[in-house]
């Protein structure tokens, strides 16, 4: 059975949105154009905002560049960066195929409550990204459940006209930007991208990173 067809309590809106993304782009591989200032709906950890570096990622927990960079890469990257507030590190949701359940990822994540709960959302739905794939209300439900969150509460999230139309709006967003692909990372607004890689490597962007820093 397929993911869309084990997902059908998803509401008919939800649906809807999923499929317009769908339509609007096709997402694989690392590619992207300019990030742009602060936008509705970041979420960030690290430095505050106006902080000297800003690192972007556009990613989807549906897309397995993105799971592996969170695997290989995050972890050093974090301790590096992020937990040294040298840099502030923004996160934004631009859902990839199965589009519908990337969606309700993000929604879910939103309704946990506060940007920590988000994030371990994000990072653990992409640690179980291939049951999210194929049974997603069952993953969800147990990556809710873990944060306090009933069945009911997680239904509600994920079928919310008004969160699903700003989701809309963030994938519109990312797209006028210019991003095609995911992950795509920006440096101070300057696409980092490692040839052949699972997004940026951590050699390349704290290349990019250092020289911001050194900056006067």
């Not at 990030?35 to 000297?52: H, R, S, T, V």
């Not at 920006?186 to 050194?214: H, M, Q, R, W, Y």
Request: glycine share 10%.
């Amino acid at each position: 059975m397929s993911a869309t067809i084990k997902y059908a309590a998803m509401s008919r809106r939800a649906a809807m949105t999923a499929a317009a993304m769908a339509a609007m782009v096709t997402l694989s591989g690392c590619n992207g154009g300019g990030a742009g200032k602060a936008a509705e709906g970041d979420m960030a950890l690290g430095a505050p905002e106006g902080a000297k570096v800003t690192v972007v990622e556009y990613a989807s927990v549906t897309c397995p560049h993105c799971a592996t960079w969170q695997e290989e890469t995050w972890p050093a990257f974090k301790a590096a960066y992020v937990d040294t507030n040298k840099v502030r590190f923004v996160f934004r949701e631009l859902p990839t195929p199965p589009t519908e359940v990337a969606v309700a990822g993000f929604l879910v994540a939103r309704c946990a409550g506060g940007v920590e709960n988000y994030f371990n959302v994000i990072h653990e739905l992409m640690a179980d990204q291939r049951n999210l794939v194929t049974d997603p209300r069952t993953t969800l439900f147990r990556v809710g459940n873990g944060l306090g969150m009933n069945q009911q509460r997680i239904q509600d999230c994920i079928t919310d006209e008004a969160a699903l139309q700003a989701s809309e709006e963030r994938a519109k967003a990312a797209m006028s930007a210019g991003v095609t692909g995911t992950p795509t990372f920006f440096v101070n607004d300057v696409k980092v991208i490692t040839p052949g890689g699972e997004g940026a490597s951590l050699e390349d962007l704290s290349k990019a990173i250092d020289a911001e820093l050194a900056k006067g």
